[in-house]
């Protein structure tokens, strides 16, 4: 069953278009099960009917022409219940609803199942049969397994339906909607600009070619540089491999000649499409050929024809090198988007970024917001090979991507634009004054940085220091891991820049979704691997050079160094960091230089470290809270998945008992903490935040000003009246609702979305 399973998701997978799809589901199940009619409904636009979308077995004029109200007919019993249906005589059940047009007279049997994805019910499956009998289990069981698998690729068949190819598109193209997460606020209208990783055929995009003899001769070269790696390839395995299996590396020379996949890319590209797209369309369709075959043997041929693919593509794309013309306004789509693949474009013409992958706590959301870019994320329906070059908004408060817009979309979103730059001017006013609540209580609001383009902007929104400094992302930016005397003179620059404000540098904290491509980590479970701390204690040299560089740009400056160490679960990295950090502050002082011993703290961000906050803080200087990482470790919701992004909430109760835990502990030794993850920069948040005690607010230059606003509007007495009242909920949508009314009440409900 697994076999045939497997084969029709995959068949389906790789169907062109909605219909397709849903014609191949009827197609395999109907010979799979033995059955004589398979058909399938899917909910319509309105969400009012379901409409006979496919069959196999009743009348195909009807496909597309009837539909059933959701409360008729034993279709709609099945998505009204939201489970399987299975009757020995169907016209029987009191549900029963004779269509004339469908002819399903003949048929007494019926077994209905949903489809369902993200707990709504899409439409329903269905088989039936002549004969007087109940569907057996095993019948029912290959059924519902089949359409748990089914869902999530009609959602996206059914989500990219709108979507045409770049060939297509025309003014009358309808838009296309999306709905994703969001990723940082703003709206951002452009063009879309898809990057894709190298070397990977899946997710080269449509695109056109602008000289064809021009991509035609790029690909002959690659051809003629695929061929010398095959023979090359064919001579060191020649003692090695027997005669049979090195006649595999002619089959592939000849598959690269003009009359087999050579020749038909290159009528590809005659066609108008670009040398990389030209490829992926003749190969997916050699492969599809492949994948289908019943013969176990053919079947795997599929692997080698992707292997040759990838081999030509890879020698396509050394000769094109990195893209260099980018649009004017672009809006940056990627399968998962990397510091360096933003860093690519010139900074005054990106406009967005929107990621098929992640969600509003992956670290590329963190740094859009840092940077001021509009961004949405878990964009999981969008069709991104197909978008290269069309028009495109990104509403990064929403978390929704609009494919070539209508005029209406493009006047609404232009008038959320400029309502936004008055809401950002206004704020403007706030810059030099201080955070004081109307009760008088001061905070201090520092932000999170990572880049030397996140000193203006912040300086510009008035941060009083640096809360974070993400040394990582500059480690991510270059291609082999950077020099003390380079780390030196990069972090000195960020202390001069904000001098005489504070400064907290965090030591590299790389693992999880921060990988390096000179330092890769493979592992099952990154989050909970090999991340920050652990990786700098396992290799002190790397830990020593960067705490040297960082004490060493110190030198003469005003303005206070901190340190700060990521992801700590016990003490004794605790211990054994001060113990390196203590050698190098002796080290350098031995040198002649003179500096002042940095304050060094710990970043509590793994529940182990709120349990042991009493036995923490005694260690160091203060305790600063990632609550981007302690939200993700508590409530066990990976953040950068967007599946469970709904069950990631800062106002979980467990998250804010937790806060306050850390808070008493700390105060009661009588040292500072704050709180640098993106919780900070949520305004019902940051209320509380104040109201438990924390000294500094550090976040995004980007919320600086709003939080500014909120805490400027909220007397401290009324901040903890809330606080109290939140500690005794229990429920994280119920602390979120409470919130928004207090900041509506307080005249802030702009600011709830
Ligand atoms: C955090 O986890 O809250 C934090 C600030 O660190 P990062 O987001 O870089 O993991
Ligand atoms: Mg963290």
């Known amino acids: 069953m697994l076999d045939v399973l497997r084969r029709i998701i995959q068949e389906v997978n790789s169907a062109r278009d909605l219909q397709s799809a849903l014609n191949i ?11 004589q009619v398979c058909s399938v409904y899917l909910l319509d636009e309105s969400g009012e009917h379901f409409l006979f979308m496919a069959t196999e077995g009743l009348n195909k004029t009807a496909v597309g022409h009837v539909s059933i109200d959701l409360d008729k007919g034993l279709v709609g019993l099945v998505g009204e219940r939201a489970e399987p249906v299975n009757l020995d005589n169907a016209p029987k059940h009191p549900r029963y609803l004779h269509i004339v047009e469908v002819g399903e007279e003949p048929y007494h049997s019926f077994l209905g199942v949903p489809i369902i994805h993200h707990r709504s019910v899409l439409g329903v499956l269905v088989v039936q049969q002549q004969e007087v009998r109940r569907y057996d289990e095993s019948e029912e069981a290959f059924l519902i397994t089949l359409s748990a698998q089914l869902a999530g690729v009609i959602a996206h068949a059914k989500a990219t339906g709108a979507i045409l190819g770049v060939h297509e ?98 009528r590809k590209i005659k066609e108008g499409y670009w040398s990389q797209t030209a490829l992926r369309k003749v190969i997916d369709k050699h492969i599809e050929t492949f994948t289908v075959m019943e013969d176990s043997y053919l079947k795997e041929r599929a692997s080698d024809v992707r292997d040759l693919g990838q081999r030509v593509l890879a020698n396509l794309q050394l000769s094109e090198g990195p893209r260099e013309e980018f649009p004017d306004d672009t809006i940056l789509v990627g399968e ?11 900074k005054q013409k990106l406009a967005g970024l929107v990621s098929v992958r992640g969600s509003a706590n992956s670290h590329v959301a963190i740094l859009a917001r840092a940077m001021g870019l509009p961004t949405v994320m878990g964009a999981v329906d969008l ?23 209508s005029k209406e979309e493009y006047a609404a979103y232009r008038k959320i634009v400029l309502e936004e730059e008055a809401f950002v001017e206004g704020l403007e006013e706030l810059k030099d004054l201080p955070t004081k609540t109307p009760d008088g209580y001061e905070m201090t609001l520092c932000v999170n940085t990572g880049l030397m383009a996140d000193v203006v902007r912040s300086l510009d929104r008035g941060a009083q220091g640096v809360g974070l400094y993400r040394t990582e992302v500059y ?8 020099t003390e005397e380079e780390q030196r003179a990069i972090y000195r620059e960020h202390l001069k820049a904000f001098a005489p404000l504070p400064v907290t540098m965090r030591t590299l904290d790389i693992g999880g979704d921060k990988a390096l491509s000179y330092f890769p980590i493979e592992e099952e479970n990154p989050f909970l691997g090999w991340r920050g701390i652990r990786v700098t204690l396992d290799h002190p040299e790397i830990f020593l050079a960067q705490v040297r560089a960082m004490i060493r740009a110190h030198e003469g400056l005003e303005g206070e160094l901190k340190i700060m160490l990521p992801m700590i679960s016990n003490v004794s990295e605790v211990d054994e960091a001060l113990r390196l950090i203590g050698q190098c502050y002796r080290e350098i002082i031995e040198e002649g230089v003179e500096v002042e011993m940095p304050d060094v703290g710990v970043m509590v961000e793994v529940p182990a470290a709120v349990y042991q906050a009493k036995a923490i803080i005694k260690r160091v200087d203060f305790l600063s809270v990632g609550s981007n990482d302690l939200t993700q470790y508590l409530l066990a919701v990976d953040r950068n998945n967007a599946q469970v992004a709904g069950l990631y909430q800062h106002l979980h109760p467990a998250v804010l008992h937790a806060l306050k835990q850390v808070v008493d502990a700390t105060k009661a030794a009588r040292k500072p903490v704050s709180i640098c993850g993106e919780m900070a920069g949520n305004p019902g948040a940051a209320i509380l935040l104040m109201a438990m005690g924390y000294d500094i607010l550090s976040m995004s230059a980007t919320s600086i000003p709003i939080i500014k606003w909120v805490l400027r509007s909220v007397n401290l007495a009324d901040a903890k009246v809330m606080l109290k009242h939140v500690l005794k909920m229990d429920n994280a949508w119920m602390i979120k609702n409470y919130m928004d009314d207090q900041l509506r009440k307080a005249g802030l409900g702009q600011l709830v979305r």
């Open 25 to 35: 589901i009827v197609e395999r199940v109907t010979e799979a099960m033995g059955t």
């Open 169 to 266: 598109l025309d003014e009358n193209t309808p838009s296309a909607t999306f709905d994703a997460a969001p990723g940082a606020p703003g709206i951002a209208i452009g063009t879309a600009c898809v990057c894709f990783p190298q070397a990977d055929l899946n997710t080269v995009p449509e695109r056109k070619a602008y000289d064809i003899d021009h991509e035609k001769k790029k690909f002959r070269s690659a051809l003629i540089a695929t061929r010398k790696e095959i023979r090359s390839l064919s001579r060191k395995l020649a003692d090695r491999l027997p005669k049979g299996e090195l006649a595999l590396f002619d089959a592939y020379l000849h598959m690269l000649d003009d009359n087999a996949i050579g020749g038909e890319v290159i």
């Open 336 to 346: 998962e988007l990397t510091p360096s693949m933003i860093a690519e474009v010139p």
């Open 383 to 405: 069709p991104i090979s197909l978008l290269d070059g069309q028009p495109m908004i990104a509403d990064g408060f929403e978390g929704r991507v609009i494919c070539h817009p």
């Open 475 to 482: 480690f991510q930016m270059i291609d082999r891991f950077p």
